[in-house]
């Protein structure tokens, strides 16, 4: 299971250009949003990636807002796990387990799921915080995570998973983000 000290989030390619064509951009930006703001709340730490951000612009305003002091990493490679900045970035944190959210989901997120499941570390993918353009690309990018095999959850579920108990003194405030 997810814990705050074993977990990290890692935030992927959620930049202006990309985030205007993705279905259902509403949803997928407020969900983003709780989960970062939830996993700050629980101490995380937060990889933010972004793909060629000279083409595809800046990570999104909202999540900017969010995470104001968060300085992003540019790649190239499809997978968060390619490319050595990233790659060195998540080790140095001496975490096991990532939760992956961002786009596409089947493209980037995909291949970074089945990348860090091959290099051991357990991948937990929101699926109410990934998207793609087009419905049928996320349900096969979905499809491709469960093979990594990568587990599936919620923006939801995976915040209470990492609370523990309605003991934790950030339950009701992570209560008030999810409703």
């Known amino acids: 299971m997810v814990t705050p000290q074993n977990t990290v989030l890692a935030l992927v390619d959620i ?17 983003l949003v709780q989960l970062a703001r939830g996993c700050q709340i629980l101490g995380l730490p937060i990889l933010l990636a972004e793909q060629n951000p000279e083409r595809m612009g800046p990570t999104i305003p909202e ?8 300085a992003p990493h540019p790649k190239m490679t499809f997978s968060c796990w390619r490319d ?11 975490r096991d387990r990532v939760l992956l959210a961002g786009i596409e989901t089947h493209v ?10 091959s290099a051991g ?3 937990e993918v929101v699926a109410d ?3 793609s353009r087009l419905p049928a690309d996320k349900a096969i990018g979905l499809d491709q ?35």
């Open 129 to 131: 915080a990934v998207s």
């Open 84 to 94: 050595p900045a990233w790659a060195a970035a998540l080790k140095a944190l001496g």
């Open 108 to 117: 980037c997120i995909a291949q970074t799921a089945a990348d860090l499941v």
């Open 145 to 179: 995570i469960k093979s990594a095999p990568a587990v599936i959850t919620c923006v939801e579920s995976v915040l209470f998973e990492l609370l523990g108990t309605a003991e934790h003194p950030a339950f009701k405030e992570i209560l008030r983000l999810v409703k």
């Open 63 to 70: 999540l900017r807002e969010v995470l104001p002091d968060l």
């Open 121 to 123: 570390y357990a991948v």
């Open 15 to 31: 930049q202006v250009k990309l985030a205007a064509v993705m279905d259902r951009r509403e949803d997928l930006i407020r969900r």
